[in-house]
T-cell receptor
Framework: KQEVTQIPAALSVPEGENLVLNCSFT??????LQWFRQDPGKGLTSLLLIQSSQREQTSGRLNASLDKSSGRSTLYIAASQPGDSATYLC????????FGAGTRLTVKP | SQTIHQWPATLVQPVGSPLSLECTVEGTSNPNLYWYRQAAGRGLQLLFY??????ISSEVPQNLSASRPQDRQFILSSKKLLLSDSGFYLC?????????????FGEGSRLTVL
């Protein structure tokens, strides 16, 4: 059974810092891995989807990588801004879709 | 472009009362539809998913049910709510095979059972 873990659970950084969020999964037989952002009291917003055949995806200041062999994905956020403050969740899709518990990011002005 | 709508956004219901949450998707046909629940400190839990009209798969046995009366409409229901049903309910859709494509979520429905 797939298990998805996100560490750390919370992260606080000063504005302008580059940062990395981690996502690990136990079953490497996945079709894709997706990163989401969730603002308080809101639904999830899709950020990036990485297919199993891909190594990374980029969107603006966000870059997500996927290493199936090691069961890891990272979300890199460049030049962080206060507006990036949110909870970031990853989800690994195989026979079903499993979510991590999320990393709560706070970017301080 | 595709959009997904959920309502009501907020609901406060007494124990034992019925529930109906509705979700509709626009701009796509034959979407896969999902109901998730997000309880505080417990992450996202898949409740139901549907790959077509009248085709519902239940992931968690409980007093909730789901129906898909139309291609782009997904309804979550209960005949009698329990305190443990409180939570944040999220509808989502994807295209392609179930769990295969990019997943898009609605804004959620906050349910409080008193």
């Amino acid at each position: 059974k797939q298990e998805v873990t996100q560490i750390p659970a919370a992260l606080s950084v000063p504005e302008g810092e580059n940062l990395v969020l981690n996502c690990s999964f136990t079953d490497s037989a996945i079709y894709n891995l997706q990163w989401f952002r969730q603002d308080p009291g809101k639904g999830l917003t899709s950020l990036l989807l990485i297919q199993s055949s891909q190594r990374e995806q980029t969107s603006g200041r966000l870059n997500a990588s996927l290493d199936k062999s090691s069961g890891r994905s990272t979300l890199y956020i460049a030049a962080s801004q206060p507006g990036d403050s949110a909870t970031y969740l990853c989800a690994a899709t195989g026979n079903d879709m499993r979510f991590g518990a999320g990393t709560r990011l706070t970017v301080k002005p | 472009s595709q959009t997904i709508h959920q309502w009501p956004a907020t609901l406060v219901q007494p124990v034992g009362s019925p529930l109906s949450l509705e979700c509709t998707v626009e701009g796509t046909s034959n979407p896969n539809l999902y109901w998730y629940r997000q309880a505080a400190g417990r992450g996202l839990q898949l409740l139901f998913y549907s790959i077509g009209i009248g085709q519902i798969s239940s992931e968690v046995p409980q007093n909730l049910s789901a129906s898909r009366p139309q291609d782009r409409q997904f309804i979550l229901s209960s005949k009698k709510l329990l305190l443990s049903d409180s939570g944040f309910y999220l509808c989502a859709w994807s295209s392609g095979g179930a769990f295969g494509g990019e997943l898009f979520f609605g804004e959620g429905s906050r349910l409080t059972v008193l």
